[in-house]
């Protein structure tokens, strides 16, 4: 696996990680609270079905910038995306794969994509538990917008405290990392919320105290969890996602036992986009990727090749 870092975008540095040769490439984005090595158990996989695979850290996490001052919104973090995306392919065609927060900004991107990356072809769209394409509701936008706050602030708390039950849940997953404390309680967390063990955990346990220490941390949460409440509901995208659909081939994945955006609202969003395949995967919650690598992955492949 190989990591570039610095790549710079705009005025915004950040990381790509990549695994694979093949000429189609895939890019993987991650939600909020995410890093583009949280992708690490299905980059192999997907790389060993031909493919060249990419994970880019979103600005505000991994090792990408914290500039201060800067505003958090969709409309920055999707045209960080599409000039990632503008600068970094080379091969001559891609699929999108974007997890929660980071499946809203793939579909914005595949809206946008052939204006703003004209010799490139995207042919498929992966939207693993997307946020922004049906609304979520004030209730679970706030709970995770306190979550990130909260985490902010460097005391996470047990997660009973202000904001929407599965907000809290989340945060106290370590879905958004883990705030200044010891290895320990970061490993039960990640190994917990990732089902990860040995040097595959070390390895995700060692670059979460690095990457929750870095300046400027807690002033880009605060930000990131104003654009959640102001405007991760804003603009619903289903009715786009349906236009789209009948020309871009559209995959939706959702975990059964989503705990944090209900497998319910995929069942809507099918039955809105009639032309998407969806797929509910069952005994896993809002990271099939890293909870069930193999069957996301095979799901996937089976999409792309079919």
């Not at 392919?89 to 809203?104: C, D, I, P, R, T």
């Not at 883990?178 to 917990?192: H, I, M, T």
Request: charged residues 20%; neutral net charge.
């Amino acid at each position: 696996m190989i990591t570039k870092f610095p790549i710079v975008t705009g005025d915004q540095r950040s990381r790509i990680i990549e695994a694979g040769t093949g000429s189609r490439e895939i890019w993987l984005v991650h939600g909020i609270g995410g890093r583009a090595d949280r992708w690490r158990p299905c980059m192999q996989r997907l790389a060993q079905a031909g493919y060249r695979v990419r994970a880019v850290d979103l600005p505000g996490h991994g090792f990408a910038s914290r500039t201060p001052g800067h505003r958090y919104s969709v409309a920055a973090f999707s045209a960080f995306l599409l000039d990632t995306l503008r600068d970094n392919v080379e091969g001559s065609s891609l699929a999108l794969v974007g997890a929660s927060f980071g499946g809203q900004l793939a579909l914005r991107a595949a809206l946008e994509f052939h204006a703003r990356v004209p010799d490139r072809r995207l042919d498929a769209l992966v939207l693993c538990a997307p946020t922004g394409v049906t609304p979520l509701g004030s209730s679970l936008c706030e709970g995770l917008a306190d979550g990130l706050d909260r985490i902010g602030r460097g005391r996470a708390g047990n997660g009973r405290a202000g904001g929407g039950r599965a907000g809290s849940d989340w945060a106290d997953s370590g879905q958004v990392g883990s705030g200044q404390v010891g290895s320990d309680p970061v490993r039960a967390r990640l190994g917990f919320v990732t089902g990860l063990t040995g040097h595959e955990l070390d390895l995700l346990v060692e670059e979460e105290q690095r990457v929750m220490s870095l300046p400027g941390t807690a002033e880009a949460l605060a930000g990131i969890a104003a654009m959640v409440r102001g405007e991760l509901d804003a603009e619903p995208l289903v009715g786009r996602l349906a236009e789209l659909a009948v020309s871009l081939p559209v995959l939706q994945i959702w975990g059964e036992d989503d705990r944090y955006i209900p497998a319910e609202l995929g069942r809507r969003i099918a039955d809105q986009v009639p032309e998407l395949t969806s797929v509910v995967l069952p005994g896993t919650g809002h990271m099939p990727y890293l909870q069930q690598p193999e069957s996301f992955c095979e799901r996937i492949i089976r999409f792309l090749k079919g």
